[in-house]
């Protein structure tokens, strides 16, 4: 199989191709290294079967050319992080809605399987744990460049579902939650690898808020797989799937458990949101997703132990502050 993925020098991208390419598949990436790096595809460049190009997904010719080229697009290009799209919110909206449009159009062209990249974040201030897919997305005010993002995530469902059922192209929505791993950076606000950082140079540790809000955290390697089951699974087409661990800890856990990972004497410090994002910034208590969908389809859910996510973070961010490496 020859796949195509979009923002695939990013996180999630640079796992997937490379277990791509280790089980035989060509990969083709499209890339334009606006949050991603080459170094994250360091292990696929000059392996058979790998070709990238710099350019943007939301270039039509060149989306076009490339989508033709594969069987399958997997769609993660986007503006990504919570400080990206309160400080970037124009960005933000253009490139996730644009970039969408672009790859499902060039992919209805001959009816190619295209999976959507969608987030946990379009459940908005849902309150009733743990998510489904079916819920009503409960988002906060567009005064809020903060609900930038989600819209415009929600919007590319609402585009790729529409494809499926007005043009018959076959599409599948992963809604991630906090997808965390070797190589995410902490430049745009992610929380684990900023922890592990800070833990490790032996920085306070800030957590925003009082800490009492709850993620689940899910290793990028499940994720990867889930979208590989997804894209051979027949009943996935059509339908949007939650895409994470159902492991519930508060962030002040988390940054305890950080510190323990790391063998830090880091203090824990908490700051006001107010203090780290514009005032009025709205944060979610807790984000749970109801994985039973995906289960019940590809036969797997992302379980990787917490304690294993954070070990395999510190010892990333462990050779990235040896290196001098961006975190
Ligand atoms: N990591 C998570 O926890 C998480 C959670 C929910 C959803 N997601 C979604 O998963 C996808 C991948 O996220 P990630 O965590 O790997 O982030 P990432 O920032 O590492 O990856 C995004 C990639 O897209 C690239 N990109 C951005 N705009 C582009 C454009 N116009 N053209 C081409 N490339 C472009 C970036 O350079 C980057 O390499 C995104 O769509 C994101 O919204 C991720």
Redesign the pocket.
Known sequence: MKVFV??G?????SHLAERLLARGDHVLV???????SMDNLAGCIGQPGFDYRV????DVPLVSELVDRCDVTVH??????VRLIVEKPVHTIE?NVR?TEVVLGAAAKKGKLVVI?????VYGKGVRIPFQEGDDLTLGPTTHSRWAYACS?ALDEWLALAYYREKQVPVIVTR?????GPR?TGR?GMVLPNFAAQALRGDPITVYGDGSQSRCFGHVADAVESVLRLIDAEDAVGEVFNVGSDREVTILELAQMVRESAGSQSEIQLIPYAEAYAAGFEDMQRRVPDASKLERVVGYRPRTPLEEIIADVVADQRTRLTAGAPR
Do not use: P, W
């Open positions: 979009t923002g020098a990013g996180f999630i991208g499209l890339d334009d290294l606006s949050t991603g350019g943007s997904a939301t993660l290009a986007a503006a990504v992080g490139t970039a990249a969608s987030t946990s974040e995530k991630f939650f906090n997808t965390v995410q745009y």
